[in-house]
């Protein structure tokens, strides 16, 4: 073994506008609330659909297949290794939570399939975690060929360990708060966002047990350290491993130890927030109140170091109380592998992906105003691939213009340091008249967003919180203009967050108009979110909770009746999750019938595909890639006159009937056939998509002679207009 190669049996194994006939929103019956209480619905068979659960770990597969791709640079495998990890922690402290939940309180046959599930998900984990370690392992060889090395403890020399022994005194150790446990006093709460040392002293006459948190929230995981005299090369030792190499520091003053022995352990918890009723409490109290609770809510993993002394496991499990629906996990030497979404970019630039610039849109790099431009045409932004900057400056623009008298926006997801914002607040300093819808209960940015929140509001613009039960999840911007004797609205209709940050990572499509009906129904949206006793009537876009689902229905009842009719149908659906049961029931209806179905599904999909009798006339492929597939895409072929749709809403229950989601027809020609393009070009993808077939085996697509990877050659069309020769029309 080299002497700056890891140990590798000791690592971590766990690791023109035409409108289309109106659908108008569906007004409820007389005294009836919009907002239905959700229910867990009897289990479907099994040979009809995917478990959600099942076929989102069949996703992450599809991520980790990427990890392990040596065709794949070798930082970005090291990412997508933090990229699995990550989302493992929230599948279960989201999805693990909500069976665990059903299985403690559903009733028998019902409890009996959600153990079941819990017993399948367990056992697919623990494959994909011991997956997880072969793939490190490889990783790790392939960065030792770079000179890039991650060593442990045991691997210093005498210079890297006095190196070592500094920084440790010098910066770590400040940090640190180690807890002596005893059965008098409660165990500390340990954040599921953290990992810890179960730590065993022994000390002259006994044993005693401590815990101590690794600062990964204050501190680089990863620390960069000295090579060995004379060789060359970049050497990196994890923080845990310089804590380990100075364990007896961190209790020097307090008792004389003979040995410390110290193991990672993490817990996850359930991610579910429990929203007080309280009258006289505010949402933003009540959702930060719940953010409290969260950090102390019951825990539904426990993954430890494999090595660890039965003794100090089993004092852990006991005073954890972990019940039998908790998934206790044996692992390696190291966990929250998430963090290697954040491992350093360094050695050659061939190492990580070769990068894509972003592509000018020659509609928006005039020197007229923006408005002017989007007036002349609808103009249809795609993210990374066009810069996000002309969002930004739209609203910057908007913000200064005198002619500008009002900006509505909706929020979900919002940058830490938010160009969108600090563009609102210029705004309002110049007399706009600003309204922010911003969700609190986005998952896992509640915080952020509340902070936000809390700036906006000092700054006078007007923030309007989420209907209770009803996420506003759609992605808006309503701005109108005095032109002449009328207002005029200019209107953003999108896909994904107005977000820098991930804008540059996902793909989506934001839609700009000056389509006049369409920006009314923009408007009407932020109205039914302010004044909720109110039931716009909508001419174009289709909202959740109340016409979503009909409109989409409507639309596959009208293939079905062209099919039906001998008339050639077809639909195709691009989209993150595909797991509403009654959509599903209605596609495999369109498929008995005859029309041909084209899905392509980043995530869930729990549509069994290419099923004799049920499903064989629906195709279902996933892209997983450099860039996360991020937009949903609605095209119906509609008897040879196509209709195209952008949306904020997944296929799912949730967004269909508990969430302000909004459908858009995209009208314009030119759009239409960009938009065709798009996704022809994702269909012919031979590198980077995988069938996912009656059983969801993630087999990678047949090249059949072309190669062609989608991502790329999108840029590529977008950048130059030019196609692959096999898709020229």
């Known amino acids: 073994m080299m002497s700056n190669e890891i140990d590798m049996t000791s690592l971590l194994s766990a690791p023109a506008n035409t409108a289309i006939a109106a659908r108008p929103l569906q007004k409820p019956a007389a005294g009836k609330s919009t907002q239905r209480k959700r229910t867990h619905k009897k289990y479907r068979d099994a040979s009809m659909v995917v478990p959600k659960e099942l076929s989102w770990l069949s996703f992450n597969e599809r991520v980790l297949q990427e990890a392990s791709d040596t065709t794949v640079p070798t930082i970005a495998r090291v990412h997508y290794l933090g990229i699995f990890s990550n989302n493992m922690d929230e ?39 011991r997956r997880f370690a072969e793939i490190y392992f490889d990783v790790l060889k392939d960065l030792r060929k770079h000179k890039i090395y991650l060593i442990d403890e045991h691997q210093l020399d005498e210079d890297q360990a006095a190196y070592v022994r500094r920084y440790f005194e010098n910066t770590i150790e400040p940090e640190l708060e180690p807890i002596l446990l005893d059965d008098t006093h409660p165990l500390p709460e340990l954040a599921d966002a953290s990992i810890h040392f179960a730590i065993k002293l022994h000390c002259e006459q006994h ?11 204050k501190l680089s995981r990863f620390v960069r350290i000295p090579p060995r005299r004379g060789q060359r090369g970049v050497v990196f030792i994890v923080l845990e491993n310089i804590i380990r190499f100075c364990l007896p520091q961190v209790f020097r003053s307090v008792f004389p130890i003979e040995h410390a022995e110290a193991y990672i352990i993490k817990l996850t918890r359930d991610a579910e927030l429990e929203l007080d009723e309280g009258i006289t409490q505010s949402l933003m109290d009540r959702i930060s109140s719940s953010i409290k609770r969260r950090r102390k809510a019951d825990p539904v993993r426990f993954v430890y170091d494999n090595q660890i002394p039965e003794d100090l496991l089993g004092y852990l499990t006991r005073r954890l109380n972990l019940g039998r629906y908790d998934s206790l996990i044996p692992g390696g030497r190291y966990h929250n592998s998430k963090d290697f979404i954040d491992f350093p970019k360094v050695g050659p630039a061939a190492l990580d992906f070769r990068p894509l610039p972003e592509i000018p849109l020659a509609e928006l790099e005039t020197d007229q105003n923006i408005f002017a431009s989007i007036q002349k045409q609808d ?91 009803l996420k506003v999840h759609c992605k808006l911007i ?45 408007a009407n949206v932020f109205d039914f979110v302010e004044f909720t006793y109110r039931r716009p009537r909508y001419r174009h876009l289709f909202v959740s909770p109340n016409s979503n689902r009909n409109n989409l229905t409507a639309l596959i009842n009208d293939e079905i009746a062209a099919a039906s009719a001998g008339v050639p149908a077809g639909i195709t659906i691009k989209c993150n999750n595909l797991v509403d049961e009654r959509i599903i029931d209605k596609l495999y209806e369109a498929s008995q019938a005859g029309v041909t179905i084209r899905l392509i599904v980043r995530g869930m999909c729990a549509l069994r595909a290419g099923k004799k009798g049920l499903s064989e006339n629906i195709e279902a492929i996933s892209i997983v890639d450099r860039f996360l597939e991020h937009p949903r895409i609605f095209v119906f072929r509609n008897r040879g006159a196509p209709l195209y749709f952008i949306s904020s809403a997944d296929l799912m229950e949730r967004n269909l009937d508990f969430r302000v989601e909004v459908t858009c027809p995209v009208y314009a020609p030119q759009l239409q056939r960009q938009i065709q393009t798009i996704l022809d070009l994702q269909w012919a993808d031979s590198v980077k998509a995988r069938t996912l077939n009656y059983g969801q085996v993630n087999k990678m697509r047949a090249a059949k002679g072309i190669r062609l990877r989608s991502q790329e050659a999108i840029h590529r069309y977008l950048a130059t207009g030019k196609l692959p020769p096999h898709l020229k029309r």
């Open 379 to 469: 103009i249809l932004l795609y993210y990374p691939y066009h810069p996000f900057k002309y969002i930004i400056e739209f609203l910057k623009t908007a913000a200064i213009d005198p002619a500008v008298k009002s900006i509505d926006i909706s929020l979900y997801r919002i940058a830490q340091q938010s160009h969108i914002v600090d563009a609102l607040i210029t705004a309002v300093r110049n007399h706009k008249k600003v309204t922010a819808v911003i969700e609190l209960q986005a998952r896992f940015d509640e915080e952020a967003n509340i902070s936000c929140a809390k700036r906006m509001t000092e700054a006078g613009i007007n923030v309007i919180f989420s209907i209770p039960g």
């Open 478 to 522: 309503s701005v109108a203009r005095h032109e002449g004797n009328r207002l005029h609205y200019y209107s953003h209709i999108g896909t994904g967050n107005f977000n820098e940050k991930t804008a540059g990572v996902y793909t989506d499509f934001s839609l700009l108009t000056h389509n006049q009906e369409i920006g009314a129904d923009v």
């Open 91 to 129: 599948f279960f402290r989201i999805r693990v939570a909500e069976v665990r939940r059903l299985a403690t309180f559903a009733k028998h046959p019902e409890q009996e399939h959600y153990k079941q599930l819990l017993e399948q998900i367990q056992g697919r984990v623990i494959k994909q975690q």
């Open 207 to 217: 044993i005693r047990y401590s815990l101590l948190e690794i600062p990964t929230d």
